[in-house]
């Protein structure tokens, strides 16, 4: 699949999707390079230093690459400042297919990574962006979910009633690949999520029947929910953390796509799926 000699590289190798591409990469033979700031060793990778806070690190990462896999500094409120010049440092470094982890929430020209994916399709001839729905991982990794679910069996949110098309990073991963590897990107944004929109509630349900622990979804105001935020993190986070929720109330995340069926052949994993495989 990769006979050509250069390398992807994987920014936020160590990440939450990152990590998985850069093990299906490896996995199929691919040339990888796993980028981060302390350049950890990542099994089948060449591991290469990148902070997007220091632009003197962006040539030794670019350097024998040909494609990229892009996840956005995390939280900044303006990731286009850093990564915008970084990405034309790419294009003229000879990379050719950039892969953009955004979110559902967020079109093409909309805040924060939206202004990146709007500007994506001048930059490069091969290019896709992936708009996962929220991770099924955000219960079962390191997620302030999964810490109050450990700690106290809760889940507190300020989405109500509302729904999500949560997806498994697993199969965000796999799109990934598909995108990166195939003859032909996407050259499209894409919308990604499970086989099934779930409440907070179902999400508490499913959570008590596997592990035998009893999990209760909270619900909360978004004045609450956006006041407890705020103790942990900026406050201009938590105020957008909070509107999320209740946008969720709203009904904005209520949906399934076809998306990974179509590019890989196969149905994405259901949340029993995967709480069953990482908390069974």
Do not use: C
């Not at 907070?200 to 407890?228: K, P, W």
């Amino acid at each position: 699949m990769n006979a050509h000699e250069k390398f992807t590289l994987v920014i936020g190798a160590t990440g939450t999707t990152g990590s998985r591409v850069v093990a299906r990469l490896a996995a199929t033979g691919g040339r990888v390079k796993a980028a981060g700031r302390r350049a950890t060793p990542v099994d089948g990778a060449v591991p290469v230093r990148f902070d997007w806070d220091d632009p003197a690190s962006f040539e030794g990462a670019l350097d024998g690459a040909d494609r990229v896999y892009l996840i956005p500094p995390l939280g900044v409120s303006d990731p286009e400042a850093v990564m915008l010049p970084f990405l034309r440092q790419a294009r003229t470094a000879g990379v050719d297919r950039a892969v953009l982890l955004s979110s559902s929430a967020i079109p093409a020209g909309g805040p924060a990574v939206g202004q990146v994916h709007q500007a994506l399709p001048g930059l490069f001839p091969q290019w896709a962006v992936l708009r996962p729905s929220w991770f099924m991982q955000n219960f079962t990794g390191n997620h302030a979910h999964a810490r109050t679910i450990r700690a106290d069996g809760t889940i507190r949110t300020a989405a109500g009633e509302g729904r999500v098309g949560f997806v498994d990073a697993d199969d965000i991963a796999a799109v990934a690949v598909h995108a990166l590897t195939e003859a032909h990107a996407p050259n499209a944004g894409l919308i990604l999520t499970g086989p099934q929109a779930l409440s907070y509630d179902d999400i508490a349900a499913v959570l008590t029947d596997v592990t035998g622990r009893t999990v209760t979804h909270r619900h909360l105001t978004y004045e609450r929910m956006r006041d407890r935020l705020a103790a942990e993190m900026p406050a201009e986070f938590a105020v957008m953390l909070a509107g999320m929720d209740r946008t969720i109330a709203e009904g904005a995340e209520d949906r399934t796509t076809d998306t990974v069926q179509r590019l890989l052949g196969r149905a994405p994993r259901s949340f029993r799926t995967v709480v069953e495989r990482e908390l069974g």
